[in-house]
């Protein structure tokens, strides 16, 4: 099981890490392409649109402050929703293992329902949330094979939600802060929002038992409060 020490034990292990190796290095996930020489693909999956490294690049340095996790006794290194494993004197991109725990989401992700519960999306990869002491863990698709849109359908009942409860805001650091910041700056605001309105777009009770007026009503104060409190700390939001 997965504790607050744990967590703090992750941050310390990752922030101790230094990649001071020359040569190509990956990019941060984001609306452009990385830079050339490095294969992206584009992932569109619920309206995403986030460019992201793809599975096994090679780079001599990780962007950031990795995250590091163990995944089958070796060690993981996680960083902007993306995962690395050692590679020699390298790291090379890799699908993220599914159950490790991560304390902070992507500085991107979409949030959905799925069988009554939340779940959050980012780099063909799925976060299920299991409280302060674990942090967000890597789960399988939630129905399965074809929600990962293998040649197949996404369930109608998980787009629709990925819909109506998809991220609405544009968010920019002006300050250059790193994928994991944005990630902890983003969860803490929304959690800041949440308190000050009463209302929580990941959580049953906010979103369906209100009308659509409502509804639409409190969704935009949420905003609001999530949008001060993001610019408060040096991020430009539309």
């Known amino acids: 099981m997965r504790t607050a020490a744990n967590v703090r034990a992750w941050s310390a292990l990752a922030g101790a890490a230094v990649f001071a190796l020359a040569g190509a290095s ?17 992932d569109v999956r619920y309206n995403h649109n986030q460019y992201y490294a793809g599975h096994g690049v ?18 993981v290194y996680y960083s902007g929703g ?27 992700y979409t949030t959905f329902w799925f069988g009554g519960a939340p779940y959050y999306y980012a780099n063909e990869t799925y976060y299920s949330y299991r409280g302060p ?10 129905g399965g094979p074809a929600a990962q ?11 629709a939600q990925a ?6 805001l544009f968010i920019y650091p002006q300050n250059g802060q790193p994928p994991d910041v944005q990630a902890n700056d983003r969860y803490e605001c929304h959690h800041w929002a949440a308190s000050q309105t009463g209302f929580d777009p990941t959580q ?35």
């Open 58 to 75: 090679v780079v001599t340095q990780i962007p950031g402050k990795p995250v590091v996790v163990t995944h089958a006794g070796a060690p």
């Open 149 to 159: 849109g293998q040649g197949m359908p996404v369930p109608a009942d998980m787009a």
């Open 204 to 238: 049953p009770g906010s979103t369906t038992n209100l009308p659509p007026d409502q509804l639409s009503a409190k969704r935009a104060e949420y905003q609001r409060a999530q949008r001060a409190c993001l610019e408060g700390r040096g991020y430009s939001v539309r």
């Open 82 to 108: 993306v995962s690395y494993a050692p590679h020699g004197p390298s790291f090379v991109v890799v699908a993220a293992p599914v159950g490790v725990f991560v304390p902070v989401l992507p500085p991107y």
């Open 26 to 42: 990956a990019q941060e996930p984001g609306h452009h392409p990385p830079h050339m020489g490095t294969p992206a693909h584009y």
């Open 133 to 142: 002491d674990q942090g967000y863990e890597v789960v399988d698709p939630p």
């Open 163 to 168: 819909q109506a409860i998809g991220e609405d």
